[in-house]
């Protein structure tokens, strides 16, 4: 296992905001979290976030590309998902317990150590949205903060 990283570690994916987008973004944040020493119960997590805010960006926007943004640490991983499409921030859905979809932001919600939405500016990432998550790493040492 590599060793955590002494400062923050930065990587940025752009990727076509097609069906197999979330594979690639996923697998790249795991791969990424590996090679700076993490768990797999860390990159296990990572996962399925990624995978929930990357297909919500193919299929509720009209993006030809989609941004990843990784900052890896040694307490854990921030990632965020650009659009270039300027409407509204996500919302967290109102979903009926026996629907199809609409769970993706409650799993980001309750499995985040903490997450947010909103615009993502002009640059350098176009002028759409940002959904981003944090994960700590449980067996990282605490940091004051």
């Known amino acids: 296992m590599h060793a955590k990283p002494a400062v923050p570690q930065n990587y940025h994916l752009t990727a076509p905001a097609s069906l197999i987008a979330p594979r690639i973004c996923r697998d790249t944040v795991a ?4 090679a700076n020493g993490h768990t797999a119960n860390l990159a ?6 990624v995978s929930e805010v990357v297909t919500n960006a193919v299929v509720h926007t ?3 590309t989609l941004h990843l943004q990784t900052s890896v640490t040694a307490d854990g991983v921030r990632v965020s998902v650009y659009d270039d499409v300027p409407a509204r921030a ?4 109102v979903t009926a317990t026996d629907g199809e979809g609409g769970r993706g932001l409650r799993l980001v919600q309750a499995l985040a150590h903490d997450w ?5 500016g002009q640059a350098p990432f176009g002028y ?5 998550f944090e994960l700590r ?3 990282a040492p605490a940091s004051p903060r």
């Open 31 to 34: 791969l990424l979290l590996a």
């Open 44 to 49: 296990d997590t990572a996962r399925i976030l």
């Open 62 to 64: 009209a993006t030809p």
């Open 90 to 93: 996500p919302m967290t859905p």
């Open 116 to 120: 947010g939405a909103g615009h993502a």
């Open 128 to 132: 759409g949205k940002r959904v981003w």
């Open 137 to 139: 790493d449980p067996t």
